[in-house]
């Protein structure tokens, strides 16, 4: 009967161990979700030639600006001077009025079509390459281009 016991009493330990363990890693996941909430994420392991300013203090804004440019322009621009398909967009806002830009965005054909020499000029430069029309909001259009404002080369 008491090699009954001891086993009974070896299961019970090992019972509790584990019960113990998971506690204990239920508690470790908790700590770092908490943590990994609060640290800024910038993607699958890419690396990026800029960055943001100041990583802490992003508006909602430039985070809906970062979504909808990563969604749908980076395959073609860059937020920099880098060329990619299309022209970089570091400094858009000193060459052309928002106004002008969310025209362009909605229906750059449209722009081109009247005449207007600047957008000329672009479609000549970038090998008459037609840059799609958006179906975005001017605050979405905004957002981006407050995205795009932010961005600063990594030093």
Request: glycine share 6%.
């Given at each position: 009967?008491?090699?009954?016991?001891?086993?009974?009493?070896?299961?019970?330990?090992?019972?509790?161990?584990?019960?113990?363990?998971?506690?204990?890693?239920?508690?470790?996941?908790?700590?770092?979700?908490?943590?990994?909430?609060?640290?800024?994420?910038?993607?699958?392991?890419?690396?990026?030639?800029?960055?943001?300013?100041?990583?802490?203090?992003?508006?909602?804004?430039?985070?809906?600006?970062?979504?909808?440019?990563?969604?749908?322009?980076?395959?073609?621009?860059?937020?920099?001077?880098?060329?990619?398909?299309?022209?970089?967009?570091?400094?858009?806002?000193?060459?052309?009025?928002?106004?002008?830009?969310?025209?362009?965005?909605?229906?750059?054909?449209?722009?081109?079509?009247?005449?207007?020499?600047?957008?000329?000029?672009?479609?000549?430069?970038?090998?008459?390459?037609?840059?799609?029309?958006?179906?975005?909001?001017?605050?979405?259009?905004?957002?981006?281009?407050?995205?795009?404002?932010s961005y600063r080369p990594v030093t």
């Amino acid at each position: 009967m008491i090699p009954f016991i001891e086993k009974f009493s070896q299961i019970f330990a090992l019972i509790a161990l584990s019960i113990t363990g998971l506690i204990v890693a239920l508690v470790l996941i908790q700590s770092n979700a908490k943590i990994a909430e609060t640290t800024p994420s910038f993607g699958c392991g890419t690396v990026s030639e800029y960055s943001y300013q100041d990583t802490v203090k992003i508006s909602g804004v430039t985070s809906v600006g970062k979504t909808l440019f990563d969604n749908n322009c980076q395959q073609c621009h860059s937020p920099g001077a880098d060329v990619v398909v299309g022209p970089g967009l570091r400094g858009i806002l000193d060459r052309r009025s928002i106004e002008w830009l969310i025209t362009w965005v909605q229906n750059s054909q449209k722009v081109i079509a009247s005449g207007d020499p600047y957008a000329v000029k672009l479609y000549n430069k970038y090998n008459k390459t037609m840059m799609q029309s958006f179906d975005l909001t001017a605050d979405d259009i905004k957002a981006i281009f407050e995205f795009v404002q932010s961005y600063r080369p990594v030093t």
